[in-house]
């Protein structure tokens, strides 16, 4: 293994299949005096951030509830793992990031097209942190355009569409930036009231993924002493809540 040896790790995404065995991984890696980093890049969607700053503003007050969506249309069964460990540790990791560890989880999961092996192509997962209720959500039965992330507070709501990745060109290196800003049209909007009392809404200028930021993060980790981004126990969590869906579903 290659922390035995000393050397730093990047792992893809899911970390393990169990929350049990990533803490065993994080334990090595700590006694080693390596880095065992997880690949969880889509904390640099172009979405994701723009959510990342509308929350850090303060613009929507206290936040009351939250929808992150990630749906496609499917007739046939194209489901070869759980979504759960596919899409989802992305999906469940973006609000971990945010939120931290939730207080209680729920959980609705289902097998639907994939009758035979049973793996899911549908789940709902509420995260609760005092009165903020965070749903993550995948479906294959989303055939209308549906929010990418929908947002409620105290002072307005914020609506995010997504367009999903736009190529700007093939990258040739995993540091080089290979996506474009989405066009005005699919900008997010902003509604609220300000301080003093204005009725607000405006459009929110896009942001651009950039996955070449987790290899930034990792060179900062080991050359300068940087904290991790992705930090060892908030991968723990996702996997944890990950495997309490699984069982939720009875897979």
Not at 4 to 29: C, N, W, Y
Not at 202 to 217: E, N
């Amino acid at each position: 293994m290659a922390l035995k040896a000393g050397k730093h790790i990047l792992v893809e995404k899911p970390f393990a299949m169990k929350s049990s065995d990533a803490q065993r991984v994080f334990t090595l890696a700590q006694e080693k005096g390596c880095l065992a980093y997880t690949n969880q890049n889509r904390r640099f969607d172009a979405d994701f951030l723009i959510l990342q700053d509308i929350i850090q503003s303060g613009k929507l007050g206290t936040l009351i509830e939250i929808e992150s969506h990630y749906d496609y249309f499917k007739t046939r069964p194209v489901v070869t793992q759980d979504m759960i460990f596919n899409l989802g540790i992305h999906t469940i990791d973006q609000m971990i990031a945010l939120f931290g560890i939730p207080d209680r989880t729920d959980y609705d999961v289902k097998g639907i097209l994939n009758k035979e092996d049973g793996a899911d192509d549908y789940f709902d997962i509420k995260l609760y942190y005092g009165k903020l209720k965070v749903s993550v959500k995948t479906s294959l039965f989303v055939k209308l355009p549906y929010p990418r992330f929908l947002v409620h507070g105290t002072n307005g709501s914020f609506m995010k569409y997504s367009q999903g990745h736009l190529f700007a060109k093939s990258a040739q290196e995993p540091i080089e930036a290979s996506f474009l800003q989405e066009p005005e049209d699919n900008w997010g909007v902003l509604s609220y009231m300000d301080e003093y009392g204005n009725d607000i809404t405006t459009r929110i200028p896009s942001r651009v993924t950039d996955y070449g930021k987790i290899y930034d993060d990792l060179y900062a980790c080991i050359y300068q002493g940087k904290a991790p981004y992705v930090k060892a126990e908030e991968v723990v969590a996702v996997l944890n809540i990950a495997e309490e869906a699984e069982k939720a579903a009875g897979n």
